[in-house]
């Protein structure tokens, strides 16, 4: 089976949500492209998709909250990956359902795994994604469970592959 996947869906990656903005204005979008690239200084990689509001708060403020989702908020995937910012405040609606806490001064999920706050070194063009090479300035442990990953959205058809 894994001979009919393409080289990069062979292995499962885990699924994060950002938490970009600043000021009351805060966005928060799924991305699977992030990855840890140096441990002295801790830094990751994080590729967004252009066009969306989360990379266009990200321009503006350049620290980010990127939290690694746990296995049973799968239900997330439909508000913060297949809805624009730009169309509905996500916030607001994970709000009204509690599912948000407060984190050096920006929301997150309550439920997530853990979270990191990252700041923007470099920046690079990597096709229909913007690249960000960033610091990791703080972490925390929130939650035990298991990390959602991309195989697990495809077997539950969440998502197409």
Known sequence: ????????????QPVYA??????????MHIIS????ISMQPKQYIVGIYHGTKSLELIEKNPVF????????????IQLLGKQSGRSINKIERLRKRKLLSAWNDYPVLTDALSVLQLKVSSTLEGGDHKV?????????N?????PLT???????KIIRG
């Open 1 to 12: 089976m894994s001979l009919r996947k393409k080289p990069w869906n062979r292995t499962s």
């Open 18 to 27: 950002t938490c970009s903005g600043s000021e009351g204005d805060f966005n």
């Open 33 to 36: 492209y992030a990855t840890p």
């Open 65 to 76: 909250i990127l939290q690694l989702l746990d296995q049973q908020q799968s239900n997330l």
């Open 132 to 140: 960000f090479l960033c610091e990791v300035m703080a972490w925390k």
């Open 142 to 146: 929130l939650n035990e469970g298991t």
């Open 150 to 156: 991309l195989d697990y959205l495809r077997e539950k």
